[in-house]
């Protein structure tokens, strides 16, 4: 089948593609160097629309290539070129139309018609430059990998291969070409290693440093720079000089390395990976036909597998779904909030305070019983917008004003009379809480919205006795504050729409990704945790070796095992949200008396490192009381993830949330449960747990599987 008919079909397939279009216009080389032709990708929207390429942008570029092969052939330009419309060069395939393939021979087909488009680039008769002038990842970076030269802008501001991250390859050339330009070592820097790492982004000098961009200039007159560039080399003023590539031993070192990578990341969970990295080894010999054969059938192969569909689940979740919260009510009820109260000055307090300082940009009062601990809580503030100024992540006037704005006091009447919006972050005992609060009621104004950081308790009860319950909010953030974007809003039974409205206002402004969530034990990410966590502590109790249970539930690709998790979490938190659940669910939530003792002896976990390794801590071990039940790895994962299963059940039953997906936006980004998976419920659906336990799948089909 002919390119054209290829990308005919697939565009069939796709109907709702914005197409971009390829533009060709001619300028006269300065030094006399001749006529450069001048492709622009652009799809006729701002930055803010990002440049893709689907079939029929491929389509639109193979007939700009049509018209410039000609006038190169005849003599009519010496050189072409590739650049993008402002801020944006291209940031890759268009995904919305690969979630739309049912067959292997269709997303065949999309590989192949990218790579016979992209090939006809380093085809042309005469010499190819690309100019990067703004973001590009993905198929953008690789149409400029298919040129002689490339060019690139201070300016970008992000640059990557993201396919691993999403479950994919880099099929249109990455794999093949960039470890024969830049060496394995660098290759596997940007497509394992910072595609694992959260999907990291180059900046346009590391792009140069790595030897990707064969020169660098400033944004203001990046164009006209890369010209004159372009004419130096074309004249033969300028020689591009790249290092020989060592295809010894050392290549093969280097995908020995990137699969240590992926095993850290993923321990074998994930295929995409270690599909990119069978092509990376096998492009050692330098040819590139045979790795563009390997790059098509890896996408083919990897389109239709479960991992992709999830990977654009999670990825359409984080990107679409968290800007429109479930069930938030109309913003236009949210009332303003000109000043914040926070209760409390310990480490959690003090991380909140300084996040409504820095992003709010309004004044923070922070309030505890006494005078040394709030001076603290200010220092601490205080002192991580030094930080920030010495990381010149802001200048000294923004230090300045950020560190003015937080302040302490003793007096409650005093700092939050005005306050709009005051924030409890004390101990995790009930009694507390509601006295802090009718503290709070006599001093706020009527309008005050009342929020709690409660990991586990009702905001209901805490707000049972006020006279105004209606202004109580459940706003439970994850710790590390500034780190994990989750934000739990829970409605009480009385909360009323503009508190609850104004609440995701101020998570918005906070940049986090706020999910409406029912007043019910623990809400979500702790009550799945706990139930989990739960199930591995009882299978540890009953007699399974620990490190047993850690190789059972590697297959998750877990950030980390459960037994660090616990000494993250730290074991009293742990045991007091166990003990919590315990009370509302006895028959599911155990307290394990192991991890009581470990608690009371004052440990922090169960590992200790010695010579730099992780060891069992032989005190802790010495304290535990062990039965004599043993499961294998697969029976631990089996149980566990039944545990997981029947609890997310009963979850969506209660009407926890409002779907699933909340679900899964919840772990991802508030317990870093891995993107490939897609959080938990799409993994559950495909290893047929949620079936065997609750009779049917949590997800309809084509949501984060292969469409019906």
Avoid at 590 to 606: I, P, T
Wanted: aromatic fraction near 6%; proline fraction near 5%; charged fraction near 20%.
């Amino acid at each position: 089948m002919s390119t054209t008919e290829l990308l005919k079909r697939a565009a069939e397939l796709f109907p709702g593609e914005v197409v971009t279009t390829a533009h060709v216009r001619h300028l006269d080389l300065p030094l006399q160097a001749g006529k450069l032709a001048l492709i622009t990708l652009d799809n006729g929207f701002d930055h803010t629309k990002p440049t893709t390429f689907g079939p029929g942008s491929l389509a639109k570029l193979s007939e700009a290539l049509d018209q410039v092969e000609a006038e190169a052939a005849d003599g009519k330009v010496v050189a072409v070129a590739i650049t993008g419309k402002p801020f944006i060069f291209a940031v890759g395939a268009d995904l919305k139309g690969v979630e739309v393939l049912k067959e292997h021979s269709d997303a065949l087909a999309i590989g192949k018609g990218g790579h016979d488009v992209f090939k006809r680039i380093a085809a042309l008769p005469v010499p190819t430059f690309t100019f990067y002038n703004g973001a590009a990842m993905g198929g953008g970076v690789e149409v400029g990998l298919h040129c002689t030269y490339r060019t690139v802008s201070t300016g970008v501001p992000a640059f990557s291969l993201p396919e691993v991250f999403l479950g994919l390859v880099p099929g249109w050339g990455g794999c093949t070409i960039l470890p024969n330009l830049v060496g394995p070592a660098n290759a596997v820097k940007v497509i394992i290693e910072n595609s694992m790492s959260q999907n990291k982004q180059l900046k346009g000098k590391e792009v140069f440093e790595l030897g990707i961009a064969d020169a660098i200039f400033e944004p203001a007159d990046f164009l006209e720079q890369s010209i004159l560039w372009a004419a130096k080399v074309l004249k033969g003023d300028t020689v591009v000089e790249r290092p020989e590539i060592d295809r010894g031993d050392n290549w093969d070192q280097c995908i020995a390395w990137g699969r240590a990578v992926a095993d850290s990341k993923v321990h074998g969970a994930a295929p995409a990976a270690y599909r990119a990295l069978d092509i990376m080894a096998a492009a050692k010999d330098g040819d590139l036909q045979k790795g563009f054969d390997a790059e098509d059938v890896a996408l083919a192969d990897l389109i239709m597998g479960g991992e992709l569909r999830a990977g654009l689940y999670a990825f359409n979740l984080v990107q679409r779904r968290a800007k429109k919260p479930f069930g938030a009510p109309d913003k236009s009820l949210a009332r303003p909030v000109g000043k914040v109260g926070v209760v409390g000055a310990g480490l959690m307090a003090s991380q909140l305070a300084l996040l409504f300082a820095r992003r709010l940009e309004v004044p923070v009062v922070l309030t505890d019983i006494d005078q040394e601990r709030i001076d603290k809580g200010v220092g601490y503030v205080h002192a991580e917008i030094d930080k920030l100024l010495a990381k010149k992540r802001i200048n000294q006037d923004k230090a300045n004003r950020l560190k003015g704005l937080v302040s302490g006091s003793l007096d409650k009447a005093a700092g939050f009379a005005d306050a709009d919006f005051v924030i409890e972050a004390v101990f995790e005992e009930m009694g507390v809480k509601q006295q802090v609060f009718a503290d709070l009621e006599a001093v706020v104004s009527p309008t005050c919205v009342l929020a709690t950081n409660t990991s586990s308790l009702s905001v209901t009860e805490m707000a049972s006795k006020l006279e105004h319950p209606e202004r109580v909010v459940g706003f439970h953030f994850f710790n590390p504050v500034a780190i994990l974007p989750l934000l739990e809003i829970v409605r009480g039974e009385q909360t009323d729409d503009a508190s609850l409205a104004t609440a995701f206002g101020v998570s918005k402004k906070l940049k986090k990704t706020a999910v409406l969530v029912k007043d019910a034990p623990a809400f979500v990410v702790n009550r799945i945790l706990t139930r989990f966590m739960g199930e591995i502590q009882a299978i540890i109790d009953e007699g399974t070796p620990i490190e047993t249970v850690e190789q059972g539930v590697l297959p998750l690709g877990l950030p980390m095992s459960p037994i660090v998790l616990l000494e993250l979490v730290g074991p009293a938190i742990a045991q007091h949200v166990s003990e919590t659940l315990h009370r509302a669910f006895p028959d599911r939530f155990s307290v394990s008396e192991n991890l009581g003792r470990v608690v009371k002896a004052g440990k922090r976990g169960f590992y200790i490192w010695v010579d730099g390794q992780q060891v069992l801590d032989p005190e802790v071990l010495a304290l535990l009381q062990f039965g004599d039940t043993v499961l294998t790895g697969e029976q631990v994962l089996a149980r566990s993830l039944d545990a997981v299963a029947q609890e997310i059940g009963l979850m969506l039953d209660e009407g926890v949330v409002g779907e699933a997906q909340d679900i899964d936006l919840c772990m991802i980004t508030g317990a870093g449960w891995p993107f490939h998976l897609g959080g938990i419920t799409p993994y559950l659906d495909r290893e047929g747990v949620s079936e065997r336990v609750n009779g049917k799948k949590f997800l309809a089909p084509g949501l984060a599987s292969i469409p019906a």
